[in-house]
């Protein structure tokens, strides 16, 4: 078998909340593009590349570094993964978004070919769901009070809280929350870097009688000391999402004990093989692990599910259901359901491009 074609869709999937934002940007569009990799025989594999411009990808970016993949993957052997990555690897540093969206297609392309359910390439299921967390856009509290209990009330039980770095405002936040849902719900807050040390530890310690299970990202990602002052300095666990940006970063933040857990995702880590190779080093530590937030795609979300589905030590709840507040998905096949992601069952990936001709814009190759 022998890669014949490859084409990069667009992916513009706007935000059904306009105002939606954490602490870094607003974004009323999810953008990416939708990797497709045609053997000669006419199975494709899909996969996504994932704009995220705060960890260094930006639309126009991936597309230019796609372009140059293309060529690259003409005539290779689609099972032959670990050659191409490595390739690709040689060809250009970083830009893990590019190459996670290569490394999945490529996944999909081979358990479609095998007729088999991605996860089976991945070691096989050790879980058939996931409970799934569900995340609350930065907002006045009340707002954010209200939209917690349509969550609540669509079956949801695990709530993330973005914070923006103002104690007072991020402290009132949570507190409308917990009074708003009740002593059940498990939250957790995601400063998306807003913090200094010394206000991280002071927001938590205020939140010290609201039950808050994990503290993501508090300080800047490349504030390795600080991050590490905060996990020392708080009883809640701190989990890093982007100081974890390559699978070295949580080498490193493993070795040293920096945090309590790791936020693993395909498109910041560089694809299915390095959040395999990313948890193994979690395991090893002794550091917590989990799926985070895969914003796009139900494509996207699909594919951390078959990994979720593999990877033994999965803790916590998973962020797979952030499809659900996008519009215009092009792919179908998964829903959450009474706050849970279930494992797809069928072949490749579990989702379907829908019309599945796709366009032929911005084709190449
Ligand atoms: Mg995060």
């Given at each position: 078998m022998e890669i014949a074609k490859v084409e990069f869709l667009p992916?513009?999937?706007?935000?059904?909340?306009?105002?939606?934002?954490?602490?870094?940007?607003a974004s009323k569009v999810s953008q990416g593009w939708i990797v497709c990799i045609h053997a000669d025989?006419?199975?494709?594999?899909?996969?996504?590349?994932?704009?995220?411009?705060?960890?260094?990808?930006?639309y126009e970016g991936l597309k230019?570094?796609?372009d140059g993949f293309a060529p690259t993957?003409?005539?290779?052997?689609?099972?032959?993964?670990?050659?191409?990555?490595?390739?690709l690897e040689r060809q250009v540093r970083g830009v893990n978004q590019a190459k996670a969206g290569i490394d999945c297609a490529l996944h999909d392309l081979m358990a479609r070919a095998l007729k088999l359910p991605l996860y089976q390439l991945l070691g096989g299921k050790v879980r058939d769901s996931v409970p799934v967390m569900r995340v609350l856009s930065i907002k006045e509290p009340d707002e954010m009070a209200e939209r917690g209990q349509r969550l609540l009330d669509a079956g949801y039980r695990y709530i993330k809280i973005k914070v923006d770095g103002d104690v007072d405002l991020d402290v009132a936040r949570v507190r409308a929350i917990r009074a708003r849902l009740g002593p059940d719900v498990h939250l957790i807050i995601d400063a998306n870097q807003?913090?200094?040390p010394k206000d991280a530890i002071t927001a938590i310690d205020r939140m010290a009688d609201l039950n808050v299970e994990l503290f993501e990202q508090p300080v800047k990602y490349d504030d390795w000391a600080g991050l590490k002052l905060v996990t020392d300095s708080v009883s809640v666990a701190v989990e890093a999402d982007e100081s974890a940006g390559s699978v070295r970063d949580v080498m490193h933040l493993v070795s040293n004990r920096l945090v309590d857990a790791v936020s693993l995702k395909i498109p910041k880590l560089g694809g299915l093989r390095n959040v395999i190779a990313a948890a193994r080093i979690c395991e090893a530590g002794g550091i917590r692990y989990r799926l985070g937030a895969h914003v796009g795609t139900?494509?996207?979300?699909?594919?951390?599910?078959?990994?979720?589905?593999?990877l033994p030590?999965?803790?916590?709840?998973?962020?797979?259901?952030?499809?659900?507040?996008?519009?215009?998905?092009?792919?179908?096949?998964?829903e959450n359901e009474n706050g849970m992601l279930t494992l797809p069952e069928e072949i490749g990936s579990g989702v379907s491009l829908n019309p599945p001709e796709g366009g032929e814009k911005a084709a190449a190759g």
């Open positions: 992916c513009n999937m706007p935000q059904e909340d306009p105002e939606w934002r954490f602490s870094l940007r025989d006419g199975t494709v594999g899909y996969g996504y590349a994932s704009a995220t411009p705060h960890m260094g990808a930006s230019g570094v796609l993957l003409i005539g290779k052997d689609p099972f032959a993964i670990e050659a191409i990555l490595a390739g807003a913090y200094s139900r494509l996207l979300s699909a594919q951390a599910m078959h990994l979720a589905a593999a030590d999965v803790q916590f709840a998973c962020e797979l259901g952030e499809f659900t507040r996008l519009l215009d998905d092009p792919f179908t096949g998964i």
